[in-house]
């Protein structure tokens, strides 16, 4: 396995990630965000603060990124080279990262299910886009 590779992996993917949620949260659920606080259903600000919270979700994201490559450099080899693989692997792990949770938040929570929809979709495509980059990087 190529360490150099994996992490160059998790560093674009996960600035290719970060992006995509900032792009969800900031422009699809940005309008959504503000009615939900408006009536009660979120909070006006994250409970540790803007900045550490920003600082956390981006790292997480690295760090999951850094997850898919990894597992992309070792499944490559049963699995096949290239962008199929990629996309089949990001599709499984972007399931587990994204669904579960925020189906209990569509029962649970009384958000909007636009909310739990799109938090889905920022962990489901952003792992599809992490692990096809990982992918398109990767060389032996």
Request: hydrophobic fraction near 55%; aromatic fraction near 14%; charged fraction near 10%.
């Amino acid at each position: 396995m190529n360490g150099k590779r994996v992490f160059i992996g998790m560093i674009v993917g996960g600035v290719a990630w970060t992006i995509w949620s900032m792009t969800v949260n900031m422009g699809f659920l940005k309008s959504v965000y503000m009615a939900e606080q408006a009536s009660g259903h979120l909070l006006t600000q994250p409970r540790y603060g803007l900045s550490a919270f920003m600082i956390t979700w981006i790292v997480v994201l690295f760090l999951l990124s850094g997850v898919a490559a990894l597992l992309y450099a070792a499944v490559r080899k049963n699995w096949g080279v290239g962008p199929k693989s990629a996309l089949k692997l990001g599709v499984l792990l972007g399931f587990v990262a994204g669904f579960p949770v925020n189906f209990s938040i569509t029962s649970w929570v009384p958000v909007t299910r636009t909310v739990a929809l799109w938090w889905s979709l920022d962990m489901w495509v952003g792992m599809i886009i992490a692990t096809l980059v990982a992918g398109w990087l990767y060389k032996d």
